[in-house]
């Protein structure tokens, strides 16, 4: 059972566009939730997070926008560059836990 | 700042032989986590350290697996003997503190087992 899904395998937007990448979860007790960038080669780079005492959290181009209720969040990046091309994953947590819950990556591609 | 540091990079081994992974978390970090990653299965965690005391090693696939952690800047992964089905990219990552932080990961090391 999957409890954090990322339905989109794959997202392309034109460049200075805005990208909305979504992310959904089933386990409510879920408290924090991260994105990760990953280029080919390289490893997962932390991107933001957002703990669910927030709907939302903005660092430069990068915002991240939690619906408790709908159980979803989405980053979005505005505008999008040619290096944001790469796979984006989403991974929970609880807080008591140590374990990082991950989706399976949408991979975007920004189009010049 | 240094970031977390695995090595080697590559490895290209023949089945049966003893691999060894190697990891050096960020300073000041507390926590290591070993991941292996695969188109089939994504990525899973192996283990987890804390303070340098195995806390979870119910990922760890087989016996053939194993992880040491013999002091704060050094971590080992370990298979002896290697199989092809454990040709995957296998990544380490360090968090500082408990709960609610990130964990920050290394560029991998690529496993192939002929």
């Known amino acids: 059972d999957q409890q954090v899904k990322q339905n989109s395998p794959s997202l392309s937007v034109q460049e200075g566009r805005i990208s909305i990448l979504n992310c959904d979860y089933t386990?409510?007790?879920?408290?924090?939730f991260l994105w990760y960038k990953k280029y080919p080669a390289e490893g997962p780079t932390f991107l933001i997070s957002i703990s669910s005492i927030k709907d939302k959290n903005e660092d430069g181009r990068f915002t991240v926008f939690l619906n408790k209720s709908a159980k979803h969040l989405s980053l979005h990046i505005v505008p999008s560059q040619p290096g944001d091309s790469a796979v984006y994953f989403c991974a929970a947590s609880e807080y008591s836990n140590y374990q990082l819950i991950w989706g399976a990556g949408t991979k975007l591609i920004i189009k010049p | 700042d240094a970031g977390v540091i695995q090595s080697p990079r590559h490895e290209v081994t023949e089945m049966g032989q003893e691999v060894t992974l190697r990891c050096k978390p960020i300073?000041?970090?507390?926590?290591l986590f070993w991941y292996r990653q695969t188109m089939m299965r994504g990525l899973e965690l192996l283990i987890y350290f804390n303070n340098n005391v195995p806390i979870d090693d119910s990922g760890m696939p087989e016996d053939r697996f194993s992880a040491k952690m013999p002091n704060a800047s050094f971590s080992t992964l370990k298979i002896q003997p290697s199989e092809p089905r454990d040709s995957a990219v296998y990544f380490c990552a360090s968090r500082q503190g408990e709960s609610n932080q990130p964990q920050h990961f290394g560029d991998g090391t690529r496993l192939s087992i002929l």
């Open positions: 386990n409510s007790m879920f408290d924090y």
């Open positions: 300073s000041g970090h507390n926590s």
